[in-house]
């Protein structure tokens, strides 16, 4: 079984400094796909977000960053960026893994709600499997498994820590973990992400990791 290393941590942004409210109101998700996703594997993957972080309490409202107005306020929010082609078209025989599939921007020491997945890594890094499923059913598939690597990264922001735990919060994926019928956090990481409060922000920038 092969693993994937996750989290590539880099990137200079500016820091935040929201706290998480005593009730959980929607966490806005500002979204850009370097290419549009086809509204199956969209929809399968904003399910899957949900479906692992509802249970804990957390809800989420996606919004498409290219299409805000530029004056709305969230509690908290943050930024998915998906890297390049979300579809599962042209799927190989040959799975192969390259880097990360997701990775988070940390600035000194602190995260930073700016989240990157990479659509290609993680279509070619499942393909074989994809393809014993049915044609019809492959991109349901494959946005299910981005949202297991985007509720990853999300656990990182806002749990806010770098640490690994069981779960979908483990350090390592395997393809069965992607296309597995269910995946979700186990109750340490659970309670982590419940009762978490990111840190104030430094302000400025800083420098590279
Ligand atoms: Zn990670």
Same mark, same amino acid.
């Given at each position: 079984?092969?693993?994937?290393?996750?989290?590539?941590?880099?990137?200079?942004?500016?820091?935040?400094?929201?706290?998480?409210?005593?009730?959980?109101?929607?966490?806005?998700?500002?979204?850009?796909?370097?290419?549009?996703?086809?509204?199956?594997?969209?929809?399968?993957?904003?399910?899957?977000?949900?479906?692992?972080?509802?249970?804990?309490?957390?809800?989420?409202?996606? $919004?498409? /960053? !290219?299409?805000?107005?530029? @004056? +709305?306020?969230?509690?908290?929010? #943050?930024?998915?960026?998906?890297? =390049?082609?979300?579809?599962?078209?042209?799927?190989?025989?040959?799975?192969?893994?390259?880097?990360?599939?997701?990775?988070?921007?940390?600035?000194?020491?602190?995260?930073?709600?700016?989240?990157?997945?990479?659509?290609?890594?993680?279509?070619?890094?499942?393909?074989?499997?994809?393809?014993?499923?049915?044609?019809?059913?492959?991109?349901?598939?494959?946005? $299910?498994? /981005? !949202?297991?690597?985007?509720? @990853? +990264?999300?656990?990182?922001?806002? #749990?806010?820590?770098?640490?690994? =735990?069981?779960?979908?919060?483990?350090?390592?994926?395997?393809?069965?973990?992607?296309?597995?019928?269910?995946?979700?956090?186990?109750?340490?990481?659970?309670?982590?992400?419940?009762?978490?409060?990111?840190?104030?922000?430094?302000?400025?920038?800083?420098?590279?990791?």
């Amino acid at each position: 079984m092969k693993l994937v290393l996750f989290c590539l941590l880099a990137g200079v942004f500016p820091g935040w400094s929201e706290t998480r409210g005593a009730t959980f109101a929607p966490i806005t998700l500002y979204t850009q796909f370097e290419q549009a996703p086809p509204g199956g594997v969209l929809e399968a993957l904003q399910d899957e977000v949900a479906s692992i972080m509802a249970p804990i309490g957390i809800r989420f409202e996606w $919004r498409d /960053l !290219g299409k805000t107005g530029g @004056h +709305e306020v969230s509690a908290e929010l #943050a930024v998915v960026t998906f890297k =390049g082609r979300c579809d599962a078209a042209g799927l190989l025989t040959r799975s192969k893994f390259e880097g990360a599939l997701g990775w988070t921007h940390v600035s000194d020491g602190q995260i930073l709600p700016f989240t990157d997945v990479s659509c290609d890594r993680v279509r070619e890094f499942v393909q074989t499997g994809l393809l014993a499923f049915r044609v019809e059913d492959r991109e349901a598939k494959y946005g $299910r498994a /981005l !949202g297991r690597v985007l509720a @990853h +990264e999300l656990y990182h922001i806002f #749990a806010n820590t770098l640490r690994h =735990g069981s779960g979908v919060a483990k350090e390592s994926y395997s393809v069965q973990d992607l296309l597995a019928d269910d995946f979700q956090f186990e109750a340490k990481e659970t309670r982590m992400l419940q009762t978490s409060r990111p840190k104030p922000a430094v302000e400025g920038t800083a420098g590279t990791m």
